[in-house]
């Protein structure tokens, strides 16, 4: 018993110690329809040194990139932005309406509940490079209308 506490204590170091230099927070993809080519990623990036979110990848998607919404003669458009600022201490939102992964030429459907891996790579003041993995679970579209979502099943409800 001992030790399996003291492996479990490594592990939890050790995971502590592979932490990033940036903090990554909520990570989500948004559902798709069948047939649907293209769909977003969002998270919270906060950096805890200047840093820059430069490239992005995921298996489930042909291309991915970084994007950015913006009115345009009134109109809103998304665009390919090189990279992604991250001021030190400041936290960044993806988000539906703002920045976001752009995740284009998908392999198959993206549905509710899956988890899709996203590989984030940072670039930091001196140049060096970063490589995260996160695991963003896929949420239906309605999810960008809020974080409410359905009430969990009555758990207290025994028969
Ligand atoms: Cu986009």
């Given at each position: 018993?001992?030790?399996?506490i003291s492996i479990a204590l490594i592990a939890a170091s050790a995971g502590a110690l592979a932490q990033s230099s940036v903090e990554i927070k909520?990570?989500?993809?948004?559902?798709?329809?069948?047939?649907?080519?293209?769909?977003?990623?969002?998270?919270?990036?906060?950096?805890?040194?200047?840093?820059?979110?430069?490239?992005?990848?995921?298996?489930?998607?042909?291309?991915?990139?970084?994007?950015?919404?913006?009115?345009?003669?009134?109109?809103?458009?998304?665009?390919?932005?090189?990279?992604?600022?991250?001021?030190?201490?400041?936290?960044?939102?993806?988000?539906?309406?703002?920045?976001?992964?752009?995740?284009?030429?998908?392999?198959?459907?993206?549905?509710?509940?899956?988890?899709?891996?996203?590989?984030?790579?940072?670039?930091?003041?001196?140049?060096?490079?970063e490589?995260v993995e996160v695991k963003?679970?896929?949420?239906?579209?309605?999810?960008?209308?809020?974080?409410?979502?359905?009430?969990?099943?009555?758990?207290?409800?025994?028969?």
């Amino acid at each position: 018993m001992k030790y399996l506490i003291s492996i479990a204590l490594i592990a939890a170091s050790a995971g502590a110690l592979a932490q990033s230099s940036v903090e990554i927070k909520d990570p989500w993809v948004r559902a798709t329809v069948a047939q649907q080519k293209a769909t977003g990623a969002f998270m919270q990036l906060t950096a805890k040194a200047d840093s820059k979110l430069v490239e992005i990848k995921s298996p489930v998607a042909g291309v991915a990139e970084i994007h950015e919404m913006a009115m345009d003669n009134n109109v809103m458009k998304m665009r390919q932005v090189p990279g992604l600022a991250l001021p030190a201490g400041q936290p960044v939102e993806l988000k539906p309406g703002g920045y976001h992964v752009m995740l284009q030429d998908l392999k198959a459907q993206v549905k509710e509940g899956d988890v899709v891996p996203v590989t984030l790579v940072f670039e930091g003041k001196d140049g060096k490079r970063e490589t995260v993995e996160v695991k963003a679970p896929v949420k239906p579209i309605a999810a960008m209308q809020g974080m409410a979502g359905k009430p969990a099943p009555a758990a207290g409800h025994k028969h």
